[in-house]
């Protein structure tokens, strides 16, 4: 069995004092949960991280209150907003590691003919990139 992301942060030394766990998926939560059991400092969330960060988790982890935080996004795809990068880059109580979704923007976004994307997409990666600045760099003609 390959551990993971999630299983992997609780191994670190010396440990964090909260974990929170997000997905949308269920049999993911189930699974984590079975795992892990029952531990205080552990909080898995099965619910769209956009909502759930911005509403429950960085608000535990205000630079007004001499709190630090770790924030790995590891997302399926292209499913992260940018609100939610923009907000923990103002924070300033957060180190934030993001997982790039190479494969669903190659095989989704990154076309050789801009024009055969699918507006969806398109729209979901405005979403992750915060605009469409990628755009230019993405078919910028060599």
């Known amino acids: 069995m390959v551990l993971g992301s999630p299983l992997n942060a609780l191994l670190v030394k010396p440990p964090f004092r909260e974990y929170h766990l997000v997905d949308l998926d269920g049999d993911k939560i189930d699974l984590l949960n079975a795992l892990i059991g029952k531990r205080g400092d552990v909080f898995l969330h099965k619910e769209d991280c956009n909502q759930v960060l911005l509403r429950e988790v960085f608000p535990r982890v ?11 996004l590891d ?42 994307v699918l507006p969806l997409h398109i729209e979901r990666m405005n979403a992750y990139w915060g605009d469409e600045s990628w755009r230019s760099v993405a078919y910028e003609k060599s």
Not at 62 to 72: H, P
Not at 91 to 106: A, G, K, T, V
Request: charged share 25%; glycine share 6%.
């Open 75 to 116: 997302p399926y795809g292209l499913t992260l907003d940018w609100k939610v990068i923009q907000e923990a880059g103002t924070m300033q109580s957060l180190d934030i590691f993001i997982n790039f979704p190479i494969y669903d923007i190659n095989i989704n976004v990154l076309h050789h003919d801009q024009k055969t």
């Open 62 to 72: 205000q630079r007004k209150d001499f709190r630090r935080g770790l924030c790995l």
